[in-house]
Each structure stands twice: as structure tokens, then as C-alpha cells.
């Protein structure tokens, strides 16, 4: 079960990321397409567990074409939108900046996100879930009443940080990435791996951490204080816009079949690996016979012991 954002994607290619103050032109027509993280999250789960229904989204969109079409799209995922309200006025847009690296910078108009309520997310759907998987795009009243109705598991994508803090210990899985984690611990944002573990460790949330650290894979730290570091597969992104979204869909559906942390977070890595290999944020979203043949590929890859693997 998702509750979050549903976004209209306008992604324009860049040969550089802007600074403050900066205009950059682009170097293509801008192209659109369909993200919010909450939809995103859904998307990939829906295509890994390759079950209708297995995966619902509550959530809001305007009563513009653009709605129309991101339900269209989560429909034919396999994802059971019955749970997504239509608001008067336009639906929530993100204009995505994108460089020659795959790396990007996104800025968000909320759009009909902004109107999801603590009533909207007062429902059956949610209340029965397995695993509740949340963001910070959508008002933070609504992500509160989402938790506090759940009798699941809740997974945590603290995005945007700015207001984390108030859910962090209230959560069963917590899954930032380097920048959030230094947003919600007040700190610099780590520059390596021994860095993010005492940034984790400084957090002191009662729950399993997994920190996604984009090409350096994640580190999970467990609630018992486990700590290990899942590398990702050596790949040539595309488009990284919206990895750590399919990153957090995979995790959340493996967590709903009692899969280990450190197992589920191992297989997310590989499919958010995948997913940067094509344009959009669910440009090449995997399945999992996909991410199954990727795990079981690199296994065969001989490896000396992480010393991260701590107990």
C-alpha cells in the first residue's frame, strides 16, 4: 500500500546541472512523462510483483487530461488506483533538469497533491495493509493519519527531508538517501561510506536505516545495529530520475513476503541499478525475473568479504 504524490513529469536534457542564479539551455526538446514519488513507488512495485492488485495507491490528481492518463498508466502496472481522488484543477507537475551523466535536479508544483487529506487516507485499503510505504511529497497531516490508521509495517521514504523529523521514530523502516539523512541529523552530507554509518548511528531511530547511496549501492543498519553495505552493479546510467523511487517499491514488496533486510535491500539495489538505464522515472522499471537473473549473476562474481558485515 502506497500513499503519496502523482506527478506530471516535463524532463528537459541539459549539458550541465544549474547553480544558483544559472541558465542553462537545453539541448533537446523537453519531453514529458509521469512520476510523483508516490505514483513512482507504486509503478515499480506493481512491476515486480507482477500481480494485479498486489500493490494500491491513495492518492490525489486534478481533473485534467494529465490525471487521466498517470491512472491509465498505473492501471495497465497492475496497480489498483481505486484509492486516487480527482481534484478540481490541475495535478501536481515536476520539471525535471537532466545531464549527460544521468544525474538530475527536480523542482515540484504540488498540483492536486497538496488537496490529500487525513480523511482521504482514512480507508480500508490502508488500514489492511501488509506494508505501508510513505513519502513527504503530500501534506504531512495526511502521511500522519496514514500512519497512525495502518496495522502494518510502515516504510518510510523521508522525501523531502524538511519535515522527517516529526515520523522518523514512528516508523518500522527508514529509507533516506545521503542528502536526506544529513538534513534530518543537521550535518554535512556524508562524502563516503564510514561517513553515512555515523550519521545512521547519530539518528537513533528505533528502526531498520537503509541509506541509498546512489552509485555506492546502501547501507542498511539494522534496528539490532547490524550494519552492512549492499554495492550496486557496475552500470552506465541513462537517466537516474527516479531510482531511488524503484528502489523503495521493490524493498517495500519484498518486506511484504518476510524477506530479510539485508536480502530485500540487495535485490532493490539491482533493480533500481536497472532502472537508470532508461529515460523517465519509469523508463526501465524491472521485473522480477529480471532482478532474480541479476542476483543470481552476480553471485557467481567472487567477492572478498564486505568488512561492513557487522553483528
Avoid: Y
Avoid at 532508461?278 to 526501465?284: D, E, F, L, T, Y
Amino acid at each position: 500500500m502506497v500513499v503519496g504524490s502523482l506527478n506530471q513529469d516535463i524532463v528537459l536534457e541539459v549539458p550541465r546541472l544549474p547553480g544558483p542564479g544559472d541558465t542553462v539551455l537545453g539541448v533537446r526538446p523537453a519531453t514529458a512523462g509521469f512520476g510523483g514519488k508516490g505514483a513512482n513507488q507504486a509503478a515499480a512495485a506493481a512491476t515486480f510483483l507482477e500481480h494485479p492488485g498486489a500493490v494500491a495507491l491513495v492518492g490525489r490528481v486534478g481533473d485534467d487530461e494529465a490525471g487521466e492518463a498517470m491512472l491509465e498508466d498505473l492501471r495497465r502496472r497492475g496497480a489498483d488506483v481505486t484509492g486516487v481522488r480527482r481534484s478540481a484543477g490541475p495535478s501536481g507537475t515536476a520539471t525535471v533538469a537532466l545531464d549527460p551523466h544521468g544525474e538530475n535536479l527536480i523542482l515540484v508544483d504540488p498540483g492536486a497533491n497538496a488537496a490529500l487529506t487525513a480523511e482521504d487516507v482514512r480507508v480500508p485499503l490502508v488500514a489492511d495493509a501488509t506494508v505501508l510505504l510513505l513519502q513527504l511529497e503530500v501534506p504531512v497531516a495526511a502521511v500522519r493519519a496514514a500512519l497512525d490508521h495502518t496495522q502494518g509495517r510502515v516504510v518510510l521514504n523521508p522525501a523531502p527531508a524538511g519535515n522527517a523529523a516529526a515520523f522518523v521514530r514512528d516508523v518500522d523502516v527508514l529509507v533516506p538517501n545521503r542528502l536526506e539523512l544529513a538534513e534530518i541529523v543537521g550535518a554535512a552530507p556524508a562524502t563516503d561510506v564510514d561517513e553515512a554509518l555515523d550519521q545512521a548511528r547519530r539518528l537513533g531511530a528505533r528502526a531498520d536505516l537503509v541509506v541509498t547511496m546512489g552509485r555506492e549501492g546502501a547501507l542498511v543498519l539494522t534496528a539490532a545495529g547490524r550494519a552492512e553495505l549492499v554495492a550496486a552493479p557496475p552500470v552506465e546510467a541513462v537517466d537516474s530520475t527516479g531510482a531511488g523511487d524503484c528502489f523503495c517499491g521493490v524493498l517495500a514488496s519484498l518486506l511484504t513476503e518476510g524477506v530479510d533486510i539485508v536480502e530485500a535491500t540487495r535485490a532493490a539495489v539491482v533493480a533500481a541499478s536497472s532502472s537508470v538505464l532508461g529515460r523517465g522515472a519509469r523508463g526501465a522499471l524491472p521485473s522480477r525475473a529480471e532482478v532474480t537473473r541479476q542476483l543470481t549473476r552476480l553471485r557467481h562474481v567472487t567477492q572478498e568479504p564486505s568488512r561492513w558485515q557487522q553483528s
